[in-house]
């Protein structure tokens, strides 16, 4: 009997800490909570959206599409084209839009597409290839070439 109320109180103790334990942030949420932070006080706009079927972003499950990172800028004055391009090989492969934009190169790392239209300026990014959040400033100053070309 003795034995039984010491393993119930032990029970007891790792159910209360596991449960604890549990509602800890993990650190990868906790480091895109810092980064999106960071994209807006620098003037991004980060959002979780449904990846477009142009991206060719593949979809989470047959019959459920994939969220993806889309960051962008606006731009109040701007009026630009419409424009849409994937990217592969480091280049944008445009989908729709003026040819001005075909081929140009992009440096940035986890980049799936771009668009671009009446005043804002976006792309579509994995933010897991930069949870330290080393390529916003890169990304605010490749929209804003984007956009003045």
């Not at 895109?32 to 003037?43: E, P, Q």
């Not at 390529?135 to 804003?144: E, V």
Request: hydrophobic residues 50%; contains cysteine.
């Amino acid at each position: 009997m003795e034995n039984t109320g010491i393993w119930v109180a032990v029970f007891i103790i790792i159910f209360v800490l596991g449960s604890i334990l549990g509602l800890r942030v993990s650190p990868r949420e906790k480091a895109l909570g810092i980064m999106r932070d960071n994209a807006r006080k620098m003037g991004l706009h980060p959002r979780l959206v449904v990846a477009p079927d142009w991206t060719k972003i593949p979809m989470a499950s047959e019959k459920r599409a994939s969220m993806v990172a889309y960051y962008s800028i606006l731009l109040p004055e701007a009026r630009l084209p419409l424009m849409r391009a994937r990217v592969a090989d480091q280049k944008l492969q445009l989908v729709h839009g003026d040819d001005k934009f075909k081929d140009l190169p992009i440096a940035l790392k986890g980049i799936y597409a771009i668009d671009m239209q009446a005043n804002c300026v976006g792309l579509y990014w994995d933010e897991e290839s930069d949870l330290r959040a080393t390529q916003l400033d890169d990304i605010k100053a490749y929209l804003n070439s984007l956009a003045e070309l």
